[in-house]
């Protein structure tokens, strides 16, 4: 008799492990409950231990909002040490708020050094809610972290039975259970009522084990902001950031990736002063285009990466280099 697969589950807090005070306490519950901690949400329902010799792992709990880029060098090693070693698990879950679970993801995704599949799961509705999409989540979550078919697939998203690649995954909706969407090009698959994990594409960017990355002896990533365009928007926020020692700033620019006369000139006086200019868009799809003028700023074009994936992948491109030309090239290849 074959044995189950063993999945590792890590919990980090978020609306999927913090109980409201009632049944419909649908959006307050986290300003007035604490989080449970993992082994605790994993005892309120059996199914979730049906599905595989599932092994909680605290770890942090906390809001998404409260996550930093120190988690998540823990988060990193964590995985890494259940990962590996002859007693290495089948696969992992990471229990997250959705407020971020698209960037905690896209993290992994590119600085993760494993093939075993990682999963993260979030949910929009507190545990003990009525109809929560918590404990089902966490079902399909296990069930997708056992599968084949998820290995080699990078780091992936689980909500709403929806299978989401962590580069194009992002959140849309404040409170609709169908908030993970991606915009341009669609989730994977689907984890389905009949417990089967069907996957209709892969990614095609680099990831975890095919990256440049190697950040798990780090403490810390270098400072990256992001400064948000709108209309008739000055300087005074780019400026302060270069003055704070921002190490890259990350224009959030309006479509299709332009800001404002006075932010392009603070930005170019950026450049100059040595900080890493990355240009975005706010659209939320499509991509930002490598113009000439923007090469001759010295500026990087982010392709299709929304402003707070776009800042991730700059925090990890300058542990490596500082060269712009070398730095957009990966917002080529990730």
Known sequence: MSRKPRIAMIGT?????????????????????PPLEVDELIGRFPEIAAQAEVVPIRFRTIPGTAITAADWLDLLRR???????????DGVVVTHGTATTEETAWFLNLALKTDVPVVVVGAQRPPNGLSSDAPLNMVNAVRLAASPAARG???????????????????????????????????LGYVDADGQVVVYRAPTRRHTTATEFDVAALTDLPRVDIAYSYTGAEATVIEALVAAGARAIVSAGQAPGKVTPAEQAALEFAVRRGVLVVQSSRAGSGRVLERTRLREQGIVAADNLNPQKARILAMLALTVTRDVERIQAMYRVY
């Open 13 to 33: 807090g978020g609306s999927i492990s913090t109980p409201g005070r009632h049944s419909l306490d649908l959006f307050e519950y986290s300003d007035y409950s």
């Open 153 to 187: 697939l990078g780091t992936l998203v689980l909500l709403n039975d929806e299978i989401h690649p962590a580069r194009e995954v992002t959140k849309g909706s404040t409170y609709r259970v169908e908030t993970m969407r991606c915009p341009d090009l669609g989730m």
């Open 79 to 89: 995985i890494h040490a259940l990962a590996s070693g002859p007693d290495a698990f």
